[in-house]
Structure formats: C-alpha cells, structure tokens
C-alpha cells in the first residue's frame, strides 16, 4: 500500500488531551498526528491532567509517545504555542517561558490568513464553578471518570461487534438539561470577551464539546477534546477554519481498507490441463 501523505494545515488546535488518565485515547491522538502537520500546532489546555496524576500514578507508553511527537514537531520547525489549562493550571507558573521550543502563554491572539483576529485561551476562566467551587469541580470530575470508565467499556463492546467510536459519555451528558444550559452560558460568556476585546472570534477548549458558530457577531470555536470528541479545530493555507472529526476520519478510513481487502481477487489453482501444457503434471 501507498504510504498516507499528511494533510499540511496552516494551524491547528488541539485541546483537552487528559495525558495521566486512562480516558484519554492516545491512540487516536498519535494517529492524528502523525497524519496531520501544520505551521503551528497551539495546545488550548489540560494537556496533562494533573488532578488525576495527583491521586493515582497513570502513564502509559502512548502517553509519553504523544509527548515526544509533539516535541519532535516543535523540534522540525512547527511553532508550537501551550496555553495551560485548569487540570494543568500548574504550568501556569511557566507562563512567558519556553520548554524545549515550546511557548508557555496564558493566552494569545492568533491572526488567520484572512486577517481573522482570534482569541486563544482555555477557557476556565469563565466556568464559575472551577473559579469560586473548586471542591465541587473536583468533585465533578471524579464522576466524570466515571463516565469515561464507562464509556471505554462501552466501545470496546462496540469494536467487538465490529461498530467504530462513538462516545457515550458525550451523548448522555449532552441529554441533561442543566449541562445543556451550562455549555450555552460558556459559549456566550466567550464570544462576549471576544466581542469586549474587539476580537473577531475566540478559540478555546475545556467544556469536551467542539462547535463552530457565530454568536451575537463573533465567531465561536471550540476544538473539542481527545477523551470524547476526537476533534481538532484546524485552519488551511487560505485563512478558512473547519472543525476535524477523526473518530470519524479513522471509521472512513477503516470501511475503505476493509473494502479494499473484500475487493481483492481470489487466487484459484491452476487447473490440471493448464498444468499439463506447463509440463508440470504427469
């Protein structure tokens, strides 16, 4: 087979990536990135969730793969920009700082080929919860381990009965009214820093839900996460912005390759006339 040339993307985001925890599927992640390149590649926070590497020790190799990638991107040439977040709010400390060619920054402003002037920031700091309940954002996400727990289990099921990734988590969490609500007031409380600062749009990640849409004027995008979604918000050569399903893309991806496979001839044995005008039977 034809090795898979990578998609070359002016930037990309990525967010929500929960390294340390057994939610996280590196798999899908390293796969991703491995198939897409870019100018700049920014990560919009809770690359490594430390809250969860607080309580239990989790690392496996994928992990540490999905870090040395990055790296090795930074390394040939892609401007790589880490905007921390709140389960890795201790980077927060670095903030100004560069770490083997990475940015530490708080925030940034990125400009698109179009002259688009977009905000690049987590997004914690408008979730009421993480800025003036910590103890119940704690508690909150040990309930939402929960769920991963039980959305992993749920698909391994499905990748027995041959189905691709779909989250479980994300389907029922998206069914409750009040999370509904919440993830509203998010995107709005966005888009009106945005619109505060004079921006054009903002970027951000935190909530695990990944959208593209205006609202009240300025566009909001959320490049979603790698424990739920598997997306990424990526922008082509020519300034236009689109959101990356790759749970998606690797189903596709697979359905061909399995329709590749049932398309190949089958070899039959020669038949025994053919093999005596070959001199190869008595």
Not at 60 to 66: F, I, L, Q, S
Not at 94 to 114: K, N, P, S
Not at 232 to 258: F, I, M, T
Request: with cysteine; glycine share 8%.
């Amino acid at each position: 087979m034809n090795e898979i040339r990578p998609t070359h993307w002016r930037t990309l985001w990525i967010s929500d990536l929960h390294l340390g925890t057994s939610g996280c599927k590196a798999d899908f992640l390293l796969d991703f990135l491995e198939q897409n390149e870019s100018d700049t590649l920014y990560l919009v926070g809770d690359i490594v969730d430390g809250w969860q590497l607080r309580k239990h020790w989790h690392w496996p190799r994928a992990h540490n793969d999905v870090v040395q990638r990055i790296l090795r991107k930074a390394r040939n040439g892609t401007r790589v920009v880490f905007v921390p977040g709140n389960h890795d709010e201790f980077a927060r400390e670095f903030i100004g700082y560069a770490f083997g060619d990475i940015e530490i920054l708080d925030e940034d402003v990125h400009v698109t080929a179009r002259g688009q002037r977009l905000l690049v920031l987590h997004g914690d700091q408008f979730d009421g919860v993480i800025q003036h309940s910590k103890w119940l954002a704690h508690l909150g996400d040990t309930l939402y381990q929960s769920a991963l727990w039980l959305n992993h289990h749920f698909n391994r099921l499905r990748h027995r009965l041959g189905l691709h990734y779909w989250s479980l988590s994300q389907y029922l969490k998206h069914k409750v009214k009040n999370a509904v609500a919440f993830i509203t007031d998010f995107e709005e409380a966005l888009a009106g820093e945005a619109r505060r600062r004079g921006l054009d749009g903002v970027v951000c990640g935190h909530i695990h839900k990944p959208e593209m849409r205006e609202v009240g004027g300025v566009l909001y995008c959320n490049d979603g996460d790698w424990v739920e979604s598997l997306s990424a918000l990526a922008e082509s050569h020519d300034g236009q912005l689109v959101l990356v399903d790759w749970a998606a893309q690797h189903a596709r991806r697979e359905a061909g390759a399995a329709a590749a496979r049932s398309r190949r001839p089958l070899s039959l044995p020669a038949l025994p006339s053919a093999l005596r005008r070959q001199n190869k039977h008595p």
